[in-house]
T-cell receptor
């Protein structure tokens, strides 16, 4: 039972354009959501997070949007840069403190 | 952000032997640490949650006798893969949380285990 899903395994975007990565969840008890960036053979690096009391959080080129009614969140990267190429995981957590990860989306930013 | 160090980054061992992986939080006290396993091109699968001073909580399907977790201090958790088999070969990643709600978890660099 995959509680956090990223339905797009890969995404290619031209440099300078917007990258939109999507994530869906099923557990309504999740109240905190995070995005991580991961390179091969390395641990994930935290990017940005959002609490369920908000619907948007922005940090530089990264913006996360949360739609609680749809149980959907997205990460927008604008403008996309070649260095953004990596695998992006969304994660969700709740009162149990466990962090549940999605399946990941491989982003490729083309120069 | 906070620093979590995982050691070793890479280990090869023979079938039947045991391997210990260490996870340390270098600049904060981690009341909760998590151990994940990642198969190629798949997500990070949570194996267990360890709380300092108490027994780890294992996810369904994870053998607690095979994957021994010890969280002896607020800065160190260890995962021991006992009697390793080739199917245990994987990428293991730890993460640490400061324990308060709505905070990010910080990840170690991961350990690539190969059992031959």
């Amino acid at each position: 039972d995959q509680q956090v899903k990223q339905n797009s395994p890969s995404l290619s975007v031209q440099e300078g354009r917007i990258s939109i990565l999507n994530c869906d969840y099923t557990n309504s008890m999740f109240d905190y959501f995070l995005w991580y960036k991961k390179y091969p053979a390395e641990g994930p690096t935290f990017l940005i997070s959002i609490s369920s009391i908000k619907d948007k959080n922005e940090d530089g080129r990264f913006t996360v949007f949360l739609n609680k009614s749809a149980k959907h969140l997205s990460l927008h990267i604008v403008p996309s840069q070649p260095g953004d190429s990596a695998v992006y995981f969304c994660a969700a957590t709740g009162t149990a403190y466990k962090y549940i990860f999605g399946t990941g989306t491989r982003l490729k930013v083309l120069a | 952000g906070a620093v979590v160090s995982q050691h070793p980054s890479r280990v090869i061992c023979k079938s039947g032997t045991s391997v210990k992986i260490e996870c340390r939080s270098l600049d904060f006290q981690a009341t909760t640490m998590f151990w994940y396993r990642q198969f190629p091109k798949q997500s990070l699968m949570l194996m267990a949650t360890s709380n300092e001073g108490s027994k780890a909580t294992y996810e369904q399907g994870v053998e607690k006798d095979k994957f021994l977790i010890n969280h002896a201090s607020l800065t160190l958790s260890t995962l021991t893969v006992t009697s390793a088999h080739p199917e245990d070969s994987s990428f293991y990643i730890c993460s640490a949380s400061k324990g308060s709600m709505n905070t990010e978890a910080f990840f170690g660099q991961g350990t690539r285990l190969t059992v031959v």
